[in-house]
């Protein structure tokens, strides 16, 4: 998969009349005044920019309404980092208000909604001026706010409200969520101009030719396909030859194949043709005209839908919440009573009647299909955590697009239900979902008593506690998750808090830095129930713990869900979930995207069986010698970063720490390999150790004469720019790029940046002190200058890779890699003498995230300069730290919406339910888009009477030898030809030398053949055995195979 703008001095805001009080806040970080702090945002950066960033800053928002689904919002959008959030409310907060909202306690009850949350809001970012209002909405109030965000706003008022924001240019946003389905209305204007429909960077293409024609062909290098779509529009650059093309005029195209394209513009008369140019998508500005609540409610046009099973469910809902709206103006603002019969039969029939006065184009034949509408009446006074965070996610980015112009808004309507996740409707008496005087009577009256002492009872394990975990945990406690006896959920983590973890993981504060996230998640979720049972644990979860998370920990589960940030951890805990056969609930993220995926034993297939395909990286030889863009500059000088300062000198160190055994091994080998290796621990203890901070300087000068001068030099001497290749085409064809050495000058101050970076990371490998002066401009530019530099000459015969399927760089065949080990072995050793023997290196790892550590100062300085070479347009430091720092684009909307989609699956998992009423769901913010899709069920095995999937493991009883083994799988007419344990081999029938084994105890061969450990308290070991049918000689795939010889 995989916030605050800090400001000097915090806008001050009017005061918003006599029932408004502004909250103290104090600035997170010094930053300057509207600059953005990227240590804290880099993660939000990557998905909105730092354009969209400062409008985001200079926007005020109104939140009206703080029942549960205003706190997530409030939440989200405070996070986004606005400029101001003004919180309005005129309700008191009731026992039943903290079954779904985060920031009350029992102690606020009687008190104002807005007053009672204000100052924990506030908490999330202090750069944000959070104020409250308790009295009405007034438009004088909506006027001074460029957004107005309602929820629990009556119909009636609402249409007044929008009317006003409307004709004032103040983007209006409305929902509600009423049980189990949710309503969403968008009205930014009549003229909202969209700046980025889909948040995507623009697709480029390498022109390889274009024709002088009417209707131009123009066709890019095959290295990649035309990611363009007809009627969009490009702009050309570096075109060389055809040179009118530069002139930055967008050019329509058409005719898009896979590496071509035409152009609407006739080139006849333009210049030839001879080579390089780059062509670039123009991102389009789009005008979208809104209509009024009160015209869109009439005619609502088309809904955006979020389940293709459910393509006629919008215009039911649409008619079944105008329907509430109905019901509540005539019983005096009230929701109809949970389960109530009469109060049902009231709304269907205010259905009836509004559906009698719709326009044709709107009448339904059906008010009331499979009962939705009664169950929307029934269920409508529950409001549940999972819906506000799933609802509180969208809103909170539509309010980020209305202040931005960034991503596509909804345009205008949306309904969601998830019916399915309700126990039976027949189960749902007045009786079970009455109010019992309880924190979940909201939940109690959409899924009844019994459905929630079910909810209290559970074993659940929460594998994560970051931006996901944090979401997970405040649902868990709102829902009253594992608050039963000898109930309890367990969370892991084995991370800690970082600054810029802070903009979403909002559970976290800055005084938390540096401390376990379980353990903080942990103690904000028992602030927010102190019922919850919960357990903080540090540890990675993988084979190296399954001391702690042993066979009785995922026996006594019920559930596990996922928060993790890797694939590799999240195939692990899938694989002990199928093992044990334990529920799993598993989400990710990517800036606006979502995915969840249900995995439910014997229903489902598991996550591990289908896989993304990997990522595609460029060649060996493109990254050392041809770069044609930045992510190759960039992923060079990571791996340049990582050769100077963390693999060598960990080569040394290991040389250091134990001399005669490396040097043994060394020789041993003798190869490429060891060569090289010895070879990196002699650069850093011979050739380049230093012991001043000016032999630091020098080491600095002279890398960048040899990576930006000299290398260069020798490859345009190699290959010189008017190079054939053997079948007489030019050498330096696209996607080529024909480089330019650099020479040093300590006048350009991005030059003399990158020797105070590198030096001081040479410096602290070394334990050299930095003198005062080596933050002095001048001083460092004249210990640069100082440096004796030897003029480069080129040479002849050098071998420079050029096949893009080689994976390691060109080397003589000719070198005598013994002798070259033994030689600098002999000078290692002689050096060694000098030394303490405690010395060491100090290996330094990258950290993208330390700003003051000069890593990404030497990544992105080296990156540039290479860049430079090759006329590549160069990037600052925040777009090098988030393509080098490998950094996954994240953002508190898209998290929110993702874990309240899960819960929503979770109680499905409590209800057991069927594999149709599950959704696996993929969705985009930006777009938007929800596509939501029952999942596949796991693939059937079957032999003769047989039949089994993933799910199952054969249980043997007993401990059997291999020969009894065999017996039992001849028996069902298997033939077991191989068996299996790790990576040994226990038994195969070609080896004679296995016959011997027939008689001997499986349990003894594991652990004597595979070597296998069994702790004392496991029954049980697993093995693999491979088997064909007895008739047809057809192998079989059977399941893994468990032997309970305890």
Known sequence: SRAHIGMSSAPKRESAGDDSSRLAKKPRTMVASGEIDEDLHSRQLAVYGRESMRRLAGASVLVSGLGGLGAEIAKNVILAGVKAVTLQDTAACTLADLGAHFYLTQADVGTNRAQACAAKLQELNPAVAVTFVAAEISDDLCKKHQVVVCSELPLARAKEVDAFCHANSVAFIRGDVRGVFGSLFCDFGPGFNVL????????????????????????????????????????????????????????????????????????????????????????????????????????????????????????????????????????????????????????????????????????????????????????????????????????????????????????????????????????????????????????????????????????????????????????????????????????????????????????????????????????????????????????????????????????????????????????????????????????????????????????????????????????????????????HCLTWARSEFEGMFEKSPGEANSYLSKPAEYAAAARQAGDAQARENVEKAAECLLTSRCSTYEECVAWARLRFQDSFHDKIAQLTFTFPEDAMTSTGSPFWSAPKRFPRALTLSTADPTHLALMRAVANLKAELHGVARPPWAADDAALAAAVDAVAVTPFKPRSGVKIETDPKATAAASDMGTDDDAIIEDLLGKLEAVRAGFAGDYRLSVIEFEKDDDTNFHMDAIAGLSNMRARNYSIPEVDKLKAKLIAGRIIPAIATTTAMATGLVCLELYKVFNSAPIEAYRNTFANLALPLFAMAEPIAPKQFKFKEMTWTLWDRWILEGDFTVKELLDWFAAKGLVAYSVSCGQSLIYNNIFPKHKARMDQKVSDLVQSVAKLVIPADRRHFDIVVACEDEDDGEDVDVPLVSIQFR
């Open 196 to 631: 980025d429909t889909d948040g995507e960077e623009p697709h480029t293409c390498i022109v390889a030719s274009v024709s002088n024609d009417v209707t131009p062909l123009v066709t890019c290098v095959d290295d990649e396909r035309v990611e363009l779509q007809d009627g969009q529009r490009v702009v050309f650059a570096e075109v060389k030859g055809m040179t009118e093309l530069n002139d930055g005029k967008p050019r329509t195209i058409k005719n898009v194949k896979v590496h071509s394209f035409e152009l609407e513009e006739d080139t006849s008369a333009f210049g030839a043709y001879t080579g390089g140019g780059i062509a670039t998508q123009v991102k389009e500005t789009k005008t979208l005209a809104f209509r009024t609540l009160a015209a869109a409610i009439e005619e609502p046009g088309e809904f955006l839908l979020s389940d293709f099973a459910k393509m006629d469910r919008s215009p039911v809902l649409h008619l079944g919440f105008a329907a509430l709206e109905a019901f509540s103006a005539a019983n005096a603002g009230a929701t109809p009573r949970p389960g109530n019969d009469a109060d049902a039969a009231a709304v269907v029939a205010a259905a009836e009647t509004i559906n009698a006065a719709a326009s044709a184009a709107n009448k339904l034949d059906d008010v009331d299909p499979g009962g939705i509408v009664t169950l929307l009446a029934k269920t409508s006074r529950g409001v549940i955590s999972p819906m506000c965070a799933m609802f509180g996610g969208i809103m909170g980015q539509e309010v980020v697009k209305a202040c931005t112009g960034k991503f596509h808004p909804l345009h205008q309507w949306f309904y969601f239900d998830s019916v399915e996740s309700l126990p039976a409707p027949e189960t749902l008496t007045e009786a079970e979902v009455a109010p019992e005087g309880s924190r979940y009577d909201s939940q109690i009256a959409c899924f009844g008593r019994t459905m929630q002492r079910k909810i209290e009872s559970q074993k659940v394990f929460l594998v994560g506690a970051g931006a996901l975990g944090c979401e997970f945990i405040k649902n868990f406690a709102l829902m009253g998750l594992s608050c039963g006896a000898g109930a309890s959920v367990t969370v892991t983590d084995d991370d800690i808090i970082e600054k810029s973890n802070l903009s979403r993981q909002f559970l976290f504060r800055d005084w938390n830095i540096g401390q376990a996230k379980s353990t903080c998640a942990t103690n904000a979720a028992q602030a927010i129930n102190p019922a919850l049972n919960i357990n903080s644990l540090q540890n990675r979860v993988s084979p190296e713990t399954e001391d702690v998370f042993n066979d009785p920990f995922w026996q006594g589960l019920d559930v596990v869900v996922n928060a993790l940030d890797n694939v590799n951890a999240r195939l692990y805990v899938d694989s002990r979930c199928v093992y044990f056969g334990v529920p799993l609930l598993e989400s990710g993220t990517l800036g606006t995207k979502c995915n969840t995926q249900m995995v439910v034993p014997n229903l489902t297939e598991n996550y591990g069986a289908s896989r993304d395909p990997p990522e595609k990286s460029a060649p060996m030889c493109t990254l050392h010698s041809f770069p044609h863009n930045i992510d």
